[in-house]
C-alpha cells in the first residue's frame, strides 16, 4: 500500500512540475520536486522497491516532459536503488547529510542529462549549461529539499515501519 501512496504522490509532484514549476524561471533554472522527495524516500525503503519506484516515476516523467526517452527512468531508478542500498551506512536523521546528499544526486543528475542532451541535440555553450546545471540547480533542490524535510520528515519516518 505504502508503494502504491509513493507512486500516486510522485506521480502529483511530476504533475505540479510539469504545470507550474517549470515556467519557475532562477538564474535561468527550475527547481525539481521529485528528486528530493525520491532521495529521501530511499533511505527508508529496500533496494529493489526504491528502485522500481524511482524507475517506475522517471518513466512517467520521461512520457510527460519529453527529451531523451528512458533518461530520467535509468537516473532515477540507480540513484533510488544506490541511496536505499547504502542506506544502512547514511545517518538518515542529520538534515546535513540529507540536504547535501539531495545536492549531490542534483548535481550527478544534471550532469549527465547535460552530458547526454549536447551529445543528442548538438548545442551550443556546454559551459554555461553545466555551470547553471552543477552550480544553480543542486542549490535549488537542496532549498527545496530542506522545505520538503522540515514539513514531511515525520510522515517520510513512517516508511521504514
Not at 501512496?5 to 505540479?16: Q, S, T
Request: aromatic share 12%; glycine share 8%.
Amino acid at each position: 500500500m505504502k508503494r502504491f501512496i509513493i507512486c500516486i504522490i510522485g506521480i502529483f509532484l511530476i504533475f505540479i512540475e510539469n504545470s507550474m514549476t517549470n515556467y519557475i524561471n532562477i538564474f535561468g533554472a527550475s527547481f525539481n520536486l521529485l528528486l528530493p522527495c525520491l532521495v529521501m524516500i530511499s533511505l527508508y525503503l529496500e533496494d529493489s522497491e526504491a528502485g522500481l519506484i524511482g524507475a517506475f516515476l522517471g518513466l512517467i516523467k520521461d512520457i510527460t516532459v519529453g527529451g531523451i526517452f528512458g533518461l530520467n527512468a535509468l537516473i532515477l531508478a540507480v540513484i533510488c536503488y544506490l541511496i536505499s542500498h547504502y542506506r544502512r551506512n547514511l545517518y538518515r536523521d542529520d538534515i546535513g547529510m540529507v540536504i547535501g546528499l539531495v545536492a549531490g544526486v542534483s548535481m550527478i543528475d544534471s550532469f549527465v542529462s547535460a552530458i547526454a542532451a549536447y551529445f543528442v541535440y548538438y548545442m551550443d555553450g556546454i559551459l554555461i549549461v553545466m555551470l547553471r546545471r552543477l552550480i544553480v540547480i543542486p542549490i535549488l533542490n537542496s532549498i527545496i529539499g530542506l522545505v520538503i524535510y522540515k514539513l514531511f520528515n515525520s510522515s517520510i519516518r513512517k516508511l521504514e515501519e
